[in-house]
């Protein structure tokens, strides 16, 4: 997401001829768009993008979990 929103700002100073990116070629201004797409496309085809998101499932899970167990005072387990 970062490399989009650097996309963005480029194209923004380039098209409102903003300091030295006004110089720059089309070219440079628009290569943190192909980056990002082949970021995408990595993430996706890799599973990253579906491993993070278990991930955080999983975070939220077991949050979820130990507040329950909180809020019938048993407390959490501590690793040994």
């Known amino acids: ?10 194209t923004l100073l380039k098209y409102l ?28 085809a890799s599973g990253y993008t579906k491993r993070k998101e278990v991930e ?6 077991q949050a979820r979990v130990n507040k329950h167990k909180e809020a019938l005072g048993m407390g959490t387990r501590r690793p040994r």
Request: overall charge positive; glycine content about 6%.
């Open 1 to 10: 997401m970062y490399m989009l929103g650097l996309a963005l700002v480029l």
């Open 56 to 61: 955080k499932i999983e975070r939220r899970k």
């Open 17 to 44: 001829e903003i300091g030295p990116v006004a110089n720059w070629s089309w070219w440079w201004v628009l290569a943190p768009y192909g980056l990002t797409a082949a970021w995408w496309a990595w993430a996706d």
